[in-house]
């Protein structure tokens, strides 16, 4: 069973940047779909970003573009979410999360990913 373990949370300064990674248990990472989501307190759990794997592209939601990078280390198996300019706004528990299959355009929709990390605390103050 795929394992996802997520890191690198942590308190920082409003403008301040953190990167999170996420390791998975897998010899073909570049076979999965990756996506990052959060929860921040009292809200629903949203989509940050998303990686199809092979051949695919990055999708950002839009409160992150210009702001957060998702990379891959696919020898690694680990995928990094760099978040830059942090506001308060981002304060919330991040998960990384996957899906069987590589696609040209992931979508950032909860329900289609199927393992989940259990989640890296981002705190930012101001």
């Known amino acids: 069973q795929l394992q996802l373990v997520e890191s690198g949370g942590g308190l920082v300064q409003s403008g301040g940047s953190l990167r999170l990674s996420c390791a998975a248990s897998?010899?073909?990472?570049?076979?999965?779909?990756i996506g990052w989501f959060r929860q921040a307190p009292g809200k629903e759990r949203e989509g940050v970003a998303c990686d199809g794997g092979n051949g695919g592209i990055t999708n950002y939601a839009d409160f992150v573009k210009g702001r957060f990078t998702m990379t891959r280390a696919n020898a690694k198996n680990t995928v990094y979410l760099q978040m830059n300019s942090l506001n308060s706004e981002d304060t919330a528990v991040y998960y990384c999360?996957?899906?069987?299959?590589?696609?040209?355009?992931?979508?950032?929709?909860?329900?289609?990913?199927?393992?989940w990390g259990q989640g890296t605390q981002v705190t930012v103050s101001s």
């Open positions: 999360a996957a899906m069987s299959g590589a696609v040209r355009i992931c979508e950032l929709a909860q329900r289609e990913y199927t393992s």
């Open positions: 897998v010899f073909t990472l570049d076979s999965l779909t």
